[in-house]
């Protein structure tokens, strides 16, 4: 039996899509597909570039192939690991396909498509000769941190050490000379990619000025009125951890729970434990409608409020730039 090609495995991948991509979603796909060395992919919030950094992952699973996918953030990468893992299994795969490795988390480590924080596969590959570098492809998510002053480097030293074999498929709603970064890669690394770009936003953005008000005012009229009026669930962005337990406190007080939210939320945290650390503190939080995420918190406290805020059982999750993602 003759392995599938990439055109084969390009047509199964569309097949298996719940809906119709849209057509900055089909043409990045189709890049991804036909590329020699992989993509980049330049658009909007809210384009969906998840579908089409999974059409990566499929084809990696399709043919049993290593690859790593990338994200600037732990939370994010735990978003992405449980996102992946329920994709695998729809695709006929088992979930132990997908694995995560970040710095105080492994979930099997010897997967074939490992979900890593940036520095995961930056010390990897610092490890490895090119000749042993047995990867298939690289996703890196949210590319613009490749601006970051700080971190930056992490991804151009990354990208410096891959093999030019290895595929690459750079994800960013916000790289604003990517042509001249195209260029730039082909020139200093021998990656030449595919530029994708797109510039509708399918999800309008609207901005409203609060002039002298409250915030703990605020949050109550945020949360009244009906479904198509309420403006929760909601994320409130605060600079530094103990601002975000002090708002949450303040917050917790007010009215902005729904009819039938408390009885909900109240069965929800039944499913969980909170025993450690701040757990009963964040316990009593969440059950007035209120979480707190920011990276003291331990990892599974982020991801209850993740998942909560998910499932719309919060009203609102206190947060620093580690929910920005």
């Excluded at 996102?83 to 492994?106: M, P």
């Excluded at 074999?165 to 020139?187: E, Y």
């Excluded at 990656?191 to 949050?219: C, F, I, M, N």
Aim: proline share 4%; charged share 25%.
């Amino acid at each position: 039996m003759t392995d599938p090609s990439r055109d084969d495995i390009a047509a199964e991948y569309f097949d298996e899509l719940p809906f119709e991509p849209y057509p900055i979603q089909e043409e990045a796909m189709l890049a991804w597909f036909t590329s020699e060395q992989g993509v980049l992919v330049c658009a909007p919030t809210g384009t969906g570039k998840t579908l089409i950094a999974e059409a990566a992952v499929y084809e990696a699973l399709r043919t049993g192939q290593r690859m790593y996918y990338t994200t600037p953030l732990i939370a994010l990468t735990d978003q992405k690991f449980n996102d992946l893992q329920e994709s695998a299994v729809r695709w006929g795969f088992a979930a132990d396909d997908i694995g995560l490795v970040t710095g105080n988390r492994r979930v099997n480590p010897d997967a074939l498509v490992l979900v890593v924080v940036a520095e995961i596969l930056f010390n990897r590959l610092l490890h490895e000769t090119e000749e042993s570098i047995d990867i298939f492809a690289v996703v890196m998510d949210e590319f613009h941190s490749f601006n970051d002053p700080e971190r930056g480097m992490v991804w151009e030293l990354s990208l410096g050490l891959l093999p030019k074999q290895v595929r690459l498929m750079l994800l960013s709603a916000t790289v604003g000379n990517a042509f001249d970064f195209v260029r730039w890669l082909d020139r200093n690394h021998n990656h030449r990619l595919q530029l994708v770009e797109g510039t509708e936003r399918k999800v309008p953005l609207s901005y409203e000025w609060v002039g002298d008000e409250l915030l703990a005012d605020y949050v109550e009229k945020m949360a009244s009125g009906d479904d198509q009026t309420r403006r929760t669930p909601a994320l409130i962005f605060c600079f530094n951890r103990d601002i975000c337990w002090s708002i949450a406190e303040m917050i917790k007080g007010k009215k902005v729970l729904a009819a039938g939210q408390q009885a909900a939320l109240t069965t929800a945290l039944e499913r969980y434990s909170f025993s450690d650390g701040a757990g009963p503190k964040l316990r009593q939080l969440l059950l007035r409608g209120v979480g707190v995420h920011h990276a003291g918190v331990l990892p599974r406290y982020r991801r209850i409020v993740e998942e909560l805020f998910q499932e719309k059982l919060l009203s609102f999750a206190v947060c620093t730039e580690t929910l920005a993602a």
